[in-house]
């Protein structure tokens, strides 16, 4: 299988065997039918069936694909490391006789070093949106049934595999964004686009509310023709309804994930936005 480009956190995770925050991963509590294949190569690992929630911070699996996952012991000396069999990735570590489940097994693996491929009868697709501060957008959001998961980080910009320093200086052209992955069978990509007006405040330029600077844009970029056609109606829907809408509508290009430490950020913190807020305007 050919290798994919990672950016340098997956690198730091998936090559020099480092470990994501707890709680951050995308695939942390997920919780859809599928397969979970390797970051790097796109071997298969695991399918969902053998996911459960151990509460330990990290996608917890108590089998894995046979033959997909080798063990091989850590460089600590106590632990056991478990690599892709395919290309030797690393994926985290591996605990027996927790009690969890009956097989006695936890693989502990990171998300960073993971994609997930849904089963054929489950429809997910994917939508980006700009809209001030990637952790407000987030917060709603993870609130609405049929998101998978909700993923901040960059796009938009010329500076490949930014940090959150570098977006900070204005420089890189990207805006702060997330990218939602979603089950179109329960929840359209119209009634998020709606939501994504109501929770932020589309006539404001480069900034929301405290957060001043153009990372913070009002900005939807789109995967395919239909999802432009329904993000320009609901513009033109609200400047019919008396607002001034600044909120651009732009082709999706690469997005780039933001760090650990930005990744489901009010919920581990346990507190609310501070420059988001509903307000009905449909």
């Given at each position: ?19 994501e925050?707890?709680?951050?991963g ?5 919780k ?11 071997a298969?690992l ?9 509460g330990?911070?990290?996608p917890?699996?108590d089998?894995e694909?046979?033959?997909?996952v080798?063990?091989?012991p850590?460089?600590?000396g ?7 069999s395919n ?6 570590h ?6 969890f ?7 502990c693996v ?5 994609n ?9 697709e ?16 993870q ?13 938009g910009?010329d500076?490949?595999?930014p940090?959150y320093e570098?977006?900070s200086?204005?420089t890189?052209?990207h805006?702060e964004?997330?990218r939602i ?11 998020l ?7 932020h ?6 900034r929301?509310?405290?957060?001043v600077g ?9 995967a ?14 609200l400047?019919a ?7 651009k509508?732009?082709p999706a ?8 430490y930005h ?13 988001h807020g509903?307000t009905?305007?449909?």
């Amino acid at each position: 299988m050919a290798q994919n480009d990672l950016t340098k956190d997956e690198k730091r995770v998936i090559l020099d065997k480092g470990t994501e925050l707890p709680f951050t991963g995308k695939y942390y509590n997920f919780k859809e039918s599928g397969t979970y294949t390797c970051k790097q190569c796109g071997a298969a690992l695991y399918h969902s069936s053998a996911k459960f929630d151990s509460g330990c911070g990290w996608p917890s699996f108590d089998d894995e694909i046979p033959g997909a996952v080798k063990r091989v012991p850590d460089k600590d000396g106590r632990r056991t490391e478990i690599i892709c069999s395919n290309c030797g990735a690393h994926l985290g570590h591996v605990f027996l006789n927790e009690g969890f489940t009956p097989k006695q097994t936890r693989h502990c693996v990171n998300s960073i070093s993971m994609n997930f491929i849904p089963d054929k009868e489950q429809t997910v697709e994917s939508a980006i949106f700009a809209g001030g501060c990637f952790w407000g957008v987030e917060y709603y959001m993870q609130k609405v049934p049929g998101v998978l998961s909700v993923e901040s980080g960059y796009i938009g910009g010329d500076k490949e595999d930014p940090s959150y320093e570098e977006v900070s200086k204005k420089t890189t052209g990207h805006a702060e964004a997330v990218r939602i992955e979603y089950d179109s069978s329960k929840v359209s990509y119209k009634e998020l686009a709606k939501l994504f007006f109501e929770i932020h405040d589309p006539t404001q330029l480069d900034r929301q509310g405290p957060d001043v600077g153009h990372q913070y844009r009002s900005e939807i970029f789109y995967a395919n023709p239909e999802q432009k056609e329904i993000a320009e109606k609901l513009i033109a829907r609200l400047k019919a309804k008396g607002y001034d809408v600044v909120t651009k509508v732009t082709p999706a290009t690469r997005f780039w994930p933001a760090e650990d430490y930005h990744q489901n950020y009010y919920n581990r913190k346990g507190s609310e936005p501070y420059c988001h807020g509903y307000t009905k305007r449909f």
